[in-house]
């Protein structure tokens, strides 16, 4: 199976389209205005509409009133949401879009609860006081392909480094990463992007042998 890359936090054009020329499957748009890769819904507007088809959006929000996520996920123009604060699982069937939802690595999750969700995937996180985007891992036995029937997005400290191992051990259906493959907070280097984008194919075709 080829493991799906989503870059999140992405505030720039030039970082989306490097992405997207890499072959990543999805690009993260952060709209939690204490983040350090917020990016102002007009701004996402006008970066995807230079994007070619067939890459998902994804916008972040933390905490947010569902008015919000629609207004802002309309006019930015996302595909699909993440919820990544406080929000209960049972607020994933509140949307007709997709929905990723975040889980804190290492916390009691309620599997009934999560296996009747709405939840489209898990992105499985490392447990931060920022929420997100802390460029910390976990200790990646903690985590599964799959959780209560879901596919799992493992993210939390992920590098061009360390990916490839993280992919071998845990084999999730995807990646996200943020501050691993950025220059400064909401600024990608496309270099590391490149390194990451290979490091995850190489453990791929690995596993195809
Ligand atoms: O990236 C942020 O600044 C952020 C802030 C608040 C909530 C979520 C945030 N990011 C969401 C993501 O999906 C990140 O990619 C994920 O937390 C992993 O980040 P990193 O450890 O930096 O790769």
Known sequence: MRTRIKICGITRLEDALAAVALGVDAL?????????????PDVAGQIVRRLPPFVT????????MRFEIFNVAGEARMQAIQLHGDEPVG????????????LRAGEAWDEAALARSQA???LLDT??????????????????????????????????????EAVRRVRPYGVDVASG??????????EKLA???????????????
Request: with cysteine; proline share 8%; net charge negative.
């Open 120 to 122: 489209t995937a898990f």
């Open 28 to 40: 993260g748009f952060n709209f939690w205005a204490q983040s350090k890769r917020h990016v102002a």
């Open 127 to 164: 447990p931060s006081p920022a929420q997100g985007g802390a460029g910390v891992p976990f200790d990646w036995s903690l985590a599964r392909p799959e959780i209560a029937g879901k596919p799992v997005i493992l993210a939390g400290g992920l590098t061009p480094e360390n990916v490839g």
């Open 91 to 102: 607020e994933c069937s509140q949307y007709s879009f997709p929905v990723l939802y975040r």
């Open 57 to 64: 959006t994804v916008g972040v929000f933390v905490n947010a």
């Open 181 to 190: 493959v950025e220059s400064s907070p909401g600024v990608k280097d496309h």
């Open 195 to 209: 390194r990451f984008v290979e490091a995850v194919r190489r453990a791929d075709a690995e596993e195809e042998r």
